[in-house]
């Protein structure tokens, strides 16, 4: 997945080990799992050659996708450039989500 953090967010995640970002169409932190129980916990933190860029690699428990899917990137694009779901959902969204899945 691909997320936003600003500085509180950067300092909780250090601090406490697990995945935080801020959301900027909610205007808030978002400690991700809160909801879905999907929690990040952190097993190590790279930054690209000119540092503003943040990878995380991670245990991911569940799906880290809110549709489900292990990975936000679950579409591919072939050679004509359709798009088609490439990976199997593990978890019904409305299972975990309700109906607050977007
Ligand atoms: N859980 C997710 C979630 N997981 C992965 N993503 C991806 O993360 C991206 C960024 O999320 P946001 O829209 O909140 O962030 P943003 O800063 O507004 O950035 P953009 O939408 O502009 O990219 C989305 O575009 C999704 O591809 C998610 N986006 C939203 N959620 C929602 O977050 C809430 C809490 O979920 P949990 O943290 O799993 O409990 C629920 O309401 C979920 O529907």
Not at 1 to 25: D, F, I, P
Not at 38 to 63: N, S
Request: net charge neutral; aromatic share 10%.
């Amino acid at each position: 997945m691909m997320a936003w953090m600003n500085e509180e967010a950067w300092k909780e995640t250090l601090q406490s080990g697990y995945a935080v970002y801020y959301s900027r169409s909610r205007s808030q932190l978002w400690r991700k799992g809160e909801t879905s129980g999907h929690r990040q916990q952190i097993e190590e933190i790279r930054v690209d050659c000119d540092a503003d860029t943040i990878l995380l690699k991670v245990h991911q428990k569940g799906a880290a996708c809110h549709e489900g899917f292990e990975s936000c990137f679950f579409r591919k694009v072939n050679a004509e450039g359709t798009v088609a779901i490439a990976d199997e959902r593990l978890v019904d969204p409305a299972q975990v989500y309700g109906k607050k899945s977007s």
